[in-house]
């Protein structure tokens, strides 16, 4: 059984950083793209980021390129993002999810999804 775990999220204030992790079990890590979505109260859940299995593919909302970064571990089986310079409008409740391809940026094509972890950042 697959099981994704996010943690890391807080409240902080604009300009802060945080690092999200996102621990997987039951599940070859390394055999799946892995992506990072976010969901604003009252909005619809939006895409963040996004890494292949390899760790050679990246990609970035153009809301967060240049401050947000995706990474991976598979040997600890563990995907990360690292949120520098915080905004407001960054707050949302963080979603890892697993793809069933080399990589994925539409939410429909993920196959599990963790809990999600809590970040708010204030002004």
């Known amino acids: 059984q697959v099981q994704l775990v996010e943690s890391g999220g807080g409240l902080v204030q604009a300009g802060d950083s945080l690092r999200l992790s996102c621990a997987a079990s039951?599940?070859?890590?390394?055999?799946?793209?892995m992506g990072w979505f976010r969901q604003a109260p009252g909005k619809e859940r939006e895409f963040v980021a996004a890494?292949?299995?390899?760790?050679?593919?990246?990609y970035y909302a153009d809301s967060v390129k240049g401050r947000f970064t995706i990474s991976r571990d598979n040997a600890k089986t563990t995907v990360y993002l690292q949120m520098n310079i915080l905004k407001p409008d960054d707050t949302a409740v963080y979603y890892c999810?697993?793809?069933?391809?080399?990589?994925?940026?539409?939410?429909?094509?993920?196959?599990?999804w963790g809990q999600g972890t809590q970040v708010t950042v204030s002004s």
């Open positions: 039951g599940v070859t890590l390394s055999t799946y793209g």
């Open positions: 999810a697993a793809a069933n391809s080399a990589y994925a940026l539409n939410l429909y094509d993920y196959s599990y």
């Open positions: 890494i292949s299995w390899s760790g050679s593919n990246i």
